[in-house]
């Protein structure tokens, strides 16, 4: 993973509330095997229809994208993640996201910051004609005009964030305990491993 | 047993969480043990690719099990000469490659598409005593909640956390918040689990679990029957929740008991043991808890493009300013103007050209029956196009067959075909066509969802038996003697 400092830049004024994992990326976008070129497809729907915000020149290769409550809820394709990036997101802006998609987007060096509602409407404002910037190291999104806005992120998310740390190499490191784990579960629960299908032992 | 054994009452899913925290980190994360992991090809490539570019391997292959569902065609699979039928469409080709060698390569069970065990995901791992009480589930796929309803903790994940899975057996997670939803009293005739829980969704919206995992509780959930409570956990992710999940009983044990990956002699006592000690302790609190009546719930539809627009079926489609939050105003104006609907329209009146019985959620073999109850000795509207019935599994089938469903499905006009997620979501061939209206007992009516353009109705098994034989949304309790639908 790519490490994430400061994400300034424009920043699209979605707004929309909702906004669900079929219209981030169509499910018929998803068969591909690799994560490259989803951007294609991200936000297909909205895209076709005249005047969004995708569609003004302004915002072509946005780094942040602002939208409404409950961002990413429906399916675990983590290809709407994949989609976002490969269209230049690297930030989202919501006053809040579906718990997978908020996974999802961090595990891929996505940030998705919650900011309460009012702020978001102000950000949308801001966003039509300014640049905003979303600073991690300092937890606070910033616009030309002096606002600042702090928001909250897991520590352990931000670590990985700035540092750029692969999860699976940092958990790797928790190789005895897991092993220990094991070793109990086995003993008190026996049933749990190796649960072959009787029928064709 | 193991496991910090905490002297303050424990929900059930803290009992559940505490069993598995491998390891607790300052900041308080934790890592999590998981028992069982299901896969399909839509969410393994490319973790499956990380893997081999990392040099890594599955660390726990025997708790591990692949099953390809939602590309395949739910036409034949086999020719008449007995050969494999191609899969026309070159990009589902690939994945389903990508899987079956995937698969053996990493030393997984797999269940190809021609097996008699082949099925979604979320039917096989239960039906195939895969999926068990107390354990931590997790697949590539948000419908996972489904095995909450044998009393399992389980939920989605991502690709980069199937990835994490299968190199470590574990997740980094904190604690979620929990919730209760309590169901008291009777459900009427004709009101069915996925009744139940589309009015649920209503009532607590598409985010009100976000962050929590829900235990669905109360006299309801306790005379469901265990495919009722399967098709009730499914849709937790609708209402937000990443896992819903009910304390296992009687019902469940008696579910499991022989199943081919079921624990069985001296094993399945001693699970027994740990099993009947899994649910919420007396005085646990909850973080968040709701109270459903259940007289109050009524056979319910779906109207909107989201699934907390739900109404009685003997409603309306509701006007946009009947809503008091001005953006959930904009999103039903915008839901409408999608489904094509007046504010007003009673939901009797909406035509359907479609009708789809299957997904994770509803093609059991309750589920086929309560369809086939209602399309006995009838026949599918003119003006419905296209009717299928997709049972969720290979095992369902012959169920379904040797009970004669299936020409009861025929007869009436469906057409009967080979499990997988078919019309559930459009990455297969079973599409809905721009414009048409279809009566889905899948999980998700989002725009696009059944194919571009598709507008969906979610409603019950019975009453999308019902919508075929009128050719629009219909009233199942106005059909047939209502029988005893307690599950
Ligand atoms: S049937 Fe639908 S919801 Fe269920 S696993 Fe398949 S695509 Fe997902």
Redesign the pocket.
């Known amino acids: 993973m790519k490490a994430v400092s400061t994400i300034r830049g424009r920043a699209i004024p979605l707004g929309l509330k909702n906004v669900d994992t079929d219209v981030i990326i169509p499910a018929h976008w998803l068969k591909t095997i690799s994560r490259e070129g989803l951007g294609k497809g991200a936000f297909e729907t909205i895209r076709a229809t005249p005047g969004n915000p995708f569609d003004v020149e302004d915002f072509a290769g946005a780094p942040i994208l602002i939208a409404g409550d409950n961002f990413g809820c429906g ?1 675990s394709r983590e290809h709407a993640a994949w989609a976002m990036l490969d269209m230049g997101l690297t930030a989202v802006i919501a006053p809040s996201f579906s718990d997978i998609f908020a996974g999802n987007a961090f595990k891929n060096g996505i940030l998705a910051v919650e900011l309460p509602q009012e702020q978001v409407d102000r950000l949308l404002e801001v966003a039509k004609d300014e640049q905003i910037a979303v600073d991690l190291e300092n937890q606070v999104v910033t616009t030309p005009f002096q606002d600042r806005f702090e928001f909250q992120i897991d520590p352990f998310r931000k670590r990985c964030l700035l540092e750029g740390l692969d999860e699976i190499g940092l958990t790797l490191g928790s190789e005895s305990e897991i092993t220990r784990h094991e070793q109990v579960r086995e003993g008190a629960m026996p049933w749990l491993d190796k649960p072959s299908r009787r029928d064709a032992a | 047993m193991f496991g910090a054994m905490a002297s303050k009452p424990r929900t059930l899913y803290e009992k559940i969480w505490d069993q598995h925290v491998v390891e607790r980190f300052d900041d308080g994360t934790c890592l999590i043990y998981i028992d069982r992991h299901l896969v ?1 090809e839509v969410t393994s490539p490319q973790a499956f690719d990380a893997l081999r570019l990392a040099g890594r391997t599955v660390r726990r292959p025997d708790l591990t099990l692949a099953v390809p ?2 590309n395949l065609p739910t036409t034949a699979r086999l020719a008449p000469d007995g050969s494999r039928v191609p899969i026309a469409d070159p990009q589902s080709a690939a994945q389903l490659a990508a899987l079956e060698r995937n698969a053996p390569a990493f030393g997984i069970d797999y269940i190809d598409a021609i097996a008699p065990e082949q099925g ?3 039917v096989v791992g239960p039906e195939q005593g895969f999926s068990l009480p107390g354990a931590t589930i997790v697949c590539g ?3 996972t909640a ?1 095995h909450g309803g044998i009393g399992a903790l389980a939920f989605g994940i991502g690709t980069s956390e199937v990835e994490h899975v299968l190199a470590t057996q574990t997740l980094q997670l904190r604690q979620s918040k929990t919730m209760e939803v309590r169901a008291e009293g009777e459900l009427g005739p004709g009101v069915t689990p996925k009744d139940l829980i589309l009015h649920i969704i209503g009532v607590i919206g598409t985010a009100g679990g976000t962050g929590h995992v829900i235990e669905y509780r109360g006299h309801v959930f306790e005379e469901m029957s265990v495919e009722g409570r399967l098709t009730v956990c ?1 849709m937790s992710i609708e209402g937000g929740a990443r896992a819903g999940l009910i304390a296992p009983d009687d019902k469940v044990f008696a579910y499991l008991a022989g199943r081919p990956y079921a624990p069985a002699g001296d094993d399945w006592d001693r699970a027994m043991e740990w099993w009947r000690s899994l649910s919420t302790d007396a005085g646990a609190s909850f973080d968040r808890s709701v109270v459903i009546d259940a007289a109050d719930v009524e056979p319910t539809v779906s109207w909107g493009t989201s699934p907390e627009d739900v109404v009685a079926v003997s409603g309306a489609v509701p006007s946009p300013d009947s809503f008091a939050d001005p953006s959930k105003q904009d999103a039903a104006r915008k839901s409408l103007d999608y489904m094509d609907l007046a504010p007003g329209t009673p939901i009797e009146d909406i035509a359907v050209e479609n009708v789809f019985i ?4 509803n ?1 059991r073999i309750e589920d086929l029956r309560a369809a086939a109850e209602i399309l006995k000795g009838r026949k599918k509207a003119p003006n419905v196009r296209w009717a299928i019935a997709v049972p969720g599994s290979g095992l369902v089938k012959r169920q379904a067959e040797a009970e004669g469903l299936d020409r009861i499905f025929t007869e009436a006009g469906f057409e009967w075909r080979e499990p ?3 019309a ?2 459009a ?1 297969n061939p079973d599409k809905v066509p721009p414009g048409e209206r279809c009566a889905s007992t ?3 009516n989002f725009v696009g969802r059944q194919g571009p353009g598709a507008r969906t109705h979610l409603v019950s098994p019975a009453m999308a038996a019902a919508a075929a034989v009128t050719g629009r949304l219909a009233d199942v309790r106005k059909f047939a003697p209502c029988q005893e639908v307690g599950g």
């Open positions: 399916s | 399909h569902d939602h979604i995901v979320h796929d948000s419908h489904a499914n299957g997904s994770c959620t093609s997988g997620c078919s559930c979501l990455m899948s999980n998700r």
